[in-house]
């Protein structure tokens, strides 16, 4: 069964930080790029960061130097670490899988249910 699922979000104060987990079943994790977005009421869903099955990683301006995304191929597990905390960074994160051509050049095949991150002032 191909499924996305992530974990960690919550609460937490400007200048703290998160570490969110995506657990990837169903034989879409190896092999293919693995993304986080975010969505912002009232907001666009923006990329976040992506790492490639190769460990090349890519960054929004807006959360480089703070997040850090990696991957765990053992465990089919990616990761987001994130610092620096700031109320901007309040919206739904999700997790996406296998990068494919779409609207803007490209879009994600699969994603998860997506976990809350709050951050109070």
């Known amino acids: 069964q191909v499924q996305l699922v992530e974990s960690g979000g919550g609460l937490v104060q400007a200048g703290g930080s998160l570490r969110l987990s995506c657990a990837a079943s169903?034989?879409?994790?190896?092999?293919?790029?693995m993304a986080w977005y975010r969505q912002a009421p009232g907001k666009q869903r923006e990329l976040v960061a992506s790492?490639?099955?190769?460990?090349?990683?890519n960054y929004s301006d807006s959360v480089k130097g703070r997040f850090t995304i990696s991957r765990d191929n053992a465990k089919n597990t990616a990761y987001l670490q994130m610092n620096s905390l700031k109320p901007e960074d309040t919206a739904v994160y999700y997790c996406?899988?296998?990068?494919?051509?779409?609207?803007?050049?490209?879009?994600?095949?699969?994603w998860g249910q997506g976990t809350q991150v709050t951050v109070s002032s």
């Open positions: 790492i490639t099955s190769g460990g090349i990683t």
């Open positions: 996406a899988s296998t990068r494919i051509p779409g609207p803007g050049g490209y879009t994600y095949l699969y």
């Open positions: 169903g034989g879409i994790f190896r092999g293919n790029t």
